[in-house]
């Protein structure tokens, strides 16, 4: 892929997750954690190093990124970290109304926008997924579509 097909629609999210989980891990660090900070370290960090090495491999243009099954891994790893990055806005957000710190809402808006790039890849692989797997006959246009193939080859009669 390389540089120029980075500027397209799927890739150019690829850079916007590295710097979105960066500043996440930025602002989670900055006013202190209780309770279950420990799930926003361990999700922020998975999220840094994953969102680290598919932006190496689609930028430098590896060769199993261009596999079938590539779209499989990317639409897996956008889904669990969409829930992952939900549950981290809702920390947040909690966080905002018990103890008011302005990093908690910078997070919060953090969050919220990697839970909206994330559940975008996710949406732009499902269905990436789905329509390569559909045929030509499956149209919906019953006038054009291809009559069923037959078990018997042609002049046998199954009766």
Request: proline share 5%; aromatic share 16%; charged share 5%.
């Amino acid at each position: 892929m390389g540089y120029q097909e980075m500027k397209e629609m799927p890739q150019v999210l690829k850079p916007a997750f590295v710097l979105l989980t960066l500043l996440q891990i930025i602002f989670m660090a900055s006013p202190g954690l209780r309770g279950w900070g420990w799930f926003i370290c361990l999700t922020s960090i998975l999220e840094f190093i994953t969102a680290l090495g598919v932006f190496a491999a689609v930028f430098f243009d590896l060769l199993f990124t261009k596999s079938g099954q590539w779209v499989l891994v990317e639409l897996g790893y956008s889904a669990i970290f969409c829930v992952c990055s939900a549950l981290n806005t809702f920390y947040y957000f909690v966080n905002i109304f018990y103890l008011f710190n302005f990093w908690f809402l910078l997070a919060t808006i953090n969050s919220v926008l990697l839970v909206l790039a994330y559940g975008l890849n996710a949406l732009v692989h499902w269905t990436a997924r789905t329509s390569g797997t559909s045929s030509t006959s499956s149209t919906g246009n019953q006038a054009t579509a291809a009559p069923p193939p037959s078990a018997y080859p042609a002049g046998v009669n199954p009766a």
